[in-house]
């Protein structure tokens, strides 16, 4: 395991709704105590603060809260932080397909009924399969049929889902989880929330960027000897 030795920054998208603050407050807090020695922050791209911009100088290592690599963790946050090591963001992850198995339970799924794994949508096609991805490994976990689809812009579209099992592929809740839950099916997850398996992410996500950093600043110095 890397020793802690820059803070974590959670890079989250922020919603109007406060549970989703609330959501990614517990999800800091999990990492917290899984790492003591480590400082952890939040910062949020919108609806904030604090805003990214201020809580991710120099030296930190950011984490994006994001369950697709698009906009927002390829143009977005880079921008926001220049000087800050930048992580993947924790999806797509196959262990992400673990979460969406345990909501889905949690919801009555009985394992059989196929699925809607319900992403936001992006105009960014890689975006959209990352979510494709997701549910793939959904399959293969639990060997039910399950297919993306996407509240926003994307298809196949959120009205298409008529007889499966729904389970948002989001953080919290927001705008797409109200449209999500306002779909009539015969079982409806909740959205991922702080589950226990994102704050292993995070933390496996911060190692690696941070082992690359101190690769990286060796390299460096033994390229100027």
Not at 9 to 30: C, E, K, Q, R, W
Not at 57 to 82: C, E, F, M
Not at 116 to 136: C, M
Not at 200 to 222: C, K, S
């Amino acid at each position: 395991m890397t020793r802690a030795t820059a803070p974590l920054v959670l890079a989250a998208h922020g919603s109007a709704d406060p549970g989703f603050h609330a959501v990614i407050t517990t999800l800091a807090s999990t990492v917290a105590s899984a790492r003591p020695d480590l400082e952890v922050r939040i910062g949020y791209l919108e609806h904030g603060p604090p805003d990214l911009t201020d809580v991710a100088g120099p030296g930190t290592v950011i984490v994006p809260v994001l369950l697709t690599n698009g906009y927002h963790a390829h143009i977005d946050i880079p921008s926001r932080a220049p000087g800050a090591t930048i992580a993947p963001a924790i999806g797509p992850d196959r262990r992400l397909a673990r979460v969406l198995a345990d909501r889905l339970h949690e919801a009555g799924w009985d394992g059989r009924r196929s699925v809607a794994v319900v992403g936001a949508g992006s105009a960014d096609e890689a975006a959209l399969d990352d979510v494709r991805r997701v549910a793939h490994d959904l399959t293969l976990l639990t060997g039910a049929a399950a297919r993306a689809v996407f509240a926003g812009s994307g298809q196949p579209a959120l009205p298409t889902v008529t007889d499966e099992a729904v389970v948002p592929y989001l953080i919290g809740p927001g705008r797409y989880a109200t449209l999500v839950a306002s779909v009539r099916a015969p079982v409806l997850a909740t959205p991922l929330r702080a589950h226990p398996m994102l704050a292993e992410i995070v933390l496996d996500r911060y190692d690696r960027a941070l082992t690359r950093r101190h690769r990286n600043a060796a390299d460096l110095a033994v390229a100027d000897t």
